[in-house]
Nanobody
Framework: QVQVVESGGGSVQAGGSLRLSCTAS????????IGWFRQAPGKEREGVAA????????YYRASVTGRFTISQDNAKNTVYLQMNSLAPEDTAMYYC?????????????????WGRGTQVTVSS
């Protein structure tokens, strides 16, 4: 059974940093993608960043490029999202998701397995 669990959300002031963690277990595919998404109240869920396995290709939403970094620790089956220079518009529920290879990294409809989310709140 595949399980995806996020952690690390919280409340920070603008300009601050947070690191989110995503642990995915039970995945049986050799090639897959782990993506971070976010959803603010009244808005659609949007792709933030993704990393493909096993080649390590990384993709970012334009608005977070240069501020957010996705990385992995294979020994811990964990993917991280380091978020720096946070702004109020980054406030959202952040979700981690997993999909088989072939997914469009930023399309939530292509992901099969989802965590419950972790809240990130950035105050001005």
């Amino acid at each position: 059974q595949v399980q995806v669990v996020e952690s690390g959300g919280g409340s920070v002031q603008a300009g601050g940093s947070l690191r989110l963690s995503c642990t995915a277990s039970g995945f049986m595919y050799r090639e897959y993608v782990i993506g971070w998404f976010r959803q603010a109240p009244g808005k659609e869920r949007e792709g933030v960043a993704a990393i493909f396995f096993p080649d390590g290709s990384k993709y970012y939403r334009a608005s977070v490029t240069g501020r957010f970094t996705i990385s992995q620790d294979n020994a811990k089956n964990t993917v991280y999202l380091q978020m720096n220079s946070l702004a109020p518009e980054d406030t959202a529920m952040y979700y981690c998701a997993a999909a088989k290879i072939g997914a469009i990294w930023s399309s939530p409809h292509d992901y099969e397995y989802w965590g419950r989310g972790t809240q990130v709140t950035v105050s001005s």
